[in-house]
């Protein structure tokens, strides 16, 4: 696996399934090249949390059905291979290496179909009662 090779070499012996990925502000900018983030999920990264997203690249992953969450301040709580939980139920994000908490950006009601069923596609397989 070559996943973040350039900037550390071993990323990708290092993650662990349900890892998530911390990013600053417009996290996805650019040319869109979705094969890194398939990539990363491969390697079992289960979410991004960033202080910001490019709204295209944030809505193409959600659609993907994988969780993009925005966390302003992040990057001040997390350092680099801390531990963090993300607690769904209270919109928050806790540092259980460092401690500390920071709320996150909720997602609306469509945002969460999506996320549930793997993506848009599934989403409105189910909305529209198609196999």
Known sequence: ACAMRNFDP??????QPGDI?????????????FAPMIGLRQLGISAVAANSFATGY???????GFPQIVC????ELVA???????????AEIRNCTAGGALPI?????????????GGLIPYL???LGVT
């Open 10 to 15: 071993d990323f990708a012996d290092l993650v």
């Open 21 to 33: 990925i911390v990013g600053g502000e417009n996290f996805g900018y650019g040319h869109p090249h």
């Open 58 to 64: 944030w809505r193409e992953e959600i659609a993907e």
């Open 72 to 75: 302003p301040g992040i990057t």
């Open 80 to 90: 680099r291979w801390d531990s963090v939980e993300i607690d769904w139920d209270s």
């Open 105 to 117: 950006t909720p997602y609306s009601k469509a945002e969460i179909g999506m996320l549930r069923a």
């Open 125 to 127: 397989r189910q909305r």
